[in-house]
């Protein structure tokens, strides 16, 4: 099988990435397409997507899609809905017509994943044609790494997300994977200009740090293996490690969910 592309970009100019990245996949970007930043709390980015990348995105390509949003906060913030409500994405959307779903106020369907478990998550990506995916690359308190894969665990409901928190480390593993299953994304767009070490948000301890990259692709296991090696410059925890000690980067080739092997591409 012949590696994954990533495209990249250090020169940290977000609308020249875009429109040559939206470029390559403007046959792919039709219909109904759903925009899933990382909107995890009502911090301010790296701990969610930047702003900038995500009014560009809409505006290069509100005129060729039908274009939503929508994300659900932290399961374990006592007021998820208001993060989104004040979030200057939503705000975004807003101002760009486009809707923006709070994922925890729509319906949620139920579905096995390959290995049978059930899981219990958000209807809305099954509606549209396409799920572009916009992560900040960074530490995670968990999973030590969040990015391509783990941006998906958002669709997940509300009280499945606080389980696969709380119950055991290797739950959240489980969850990753089958999420990405259930309601995969189909073109990603990573943001590792700006990321957080030892933790995914500033009030779990996030430190603010500056990298420098954008990615972007069709594999999110290919980006998050890529990934690893450019957080790993930065993050401590990392040191020493390998990707597959990653419980959910390790199952997630044998899952189906994208390659190890990629070729990088300079934009």
């Given amino acids: ?22 470029g390559i996949y ?3 970007i039709r219909g109904r397409v759903l925009l899933k930043p990382n909107l995890v709390s009502g911090e301010p980015y790296p701990t969610t997507t930047d702003p900038e990348l995500f009014r560009e995105v809409i505006r290069l390509l509100k005129n060729q899609a039908d274009l939503a949003g929508g994300d ?64 900040v690359l960074k530490s995670h308190l968990n999973v030590l790494i969040t990015g391509a894969l783990k941006n998906q665990f958002g669709f997940l409901d509300r009280k499945e997300r606080f389980r696969a928190h709380f119950q055991n480390p290797s739950l959240l593993h489980r969850a990753i994977i089958a999420i990405n299953q259930l309601a995969p994304a189909q ?41 690893f090696s450019l957080l790993k410059e930065l993050e401590p925890k990392l040191a020493g490690k390998k ?7 390790s199952r997630a080739e044998p899952a189906g969910l994208g390659r190890t092997r990629f070729e990088l591409i300079e934009l």
Avoid: C
């Fill in 72 to 135: 659900a906060a932290a399961a374990d913030l006592i007021r998820p809905g208001q993060s989104l409500k004040n979030h200057p994405l939503v705000k975004i959307a807003s101002e760009q017509g486009i809707k923006f779903f709070d994922f925890y106020r729509e319906e949620m369907i139920a579905a096995r994943d390959r290995s049978g478990e059930q899981w219990k998550f958000s209807a809305i990506p099954k509606t549209f044609d396409l799920v572009i995916s916009l992560p």
């Fill in 1 to 22: 099988m012949a590696p994954a592309k990533i495209y990249f970009s250090r020169s940290g100019r977000v609308r020249p990435f875009l429109e040559k990245v939206l």
């Fill in 26 to 28: 403007q046959d792919k």
């Fill in 243 to 249: 990707p597959e000690e990653i419980g959910y980067l």
């Fill in 187 to 227: 073109l990603f767009l990573v943001d590792f200009r700006e990321t957080l070490i030892n933790s995914n948000e500033l009030r779990h301890g996030g430190t603010p740090a500056k990298a420098g990259w954008l990615l972007a692709g069709e594999d999110p296991v290919a980006l998050d293996f890529f990934g």
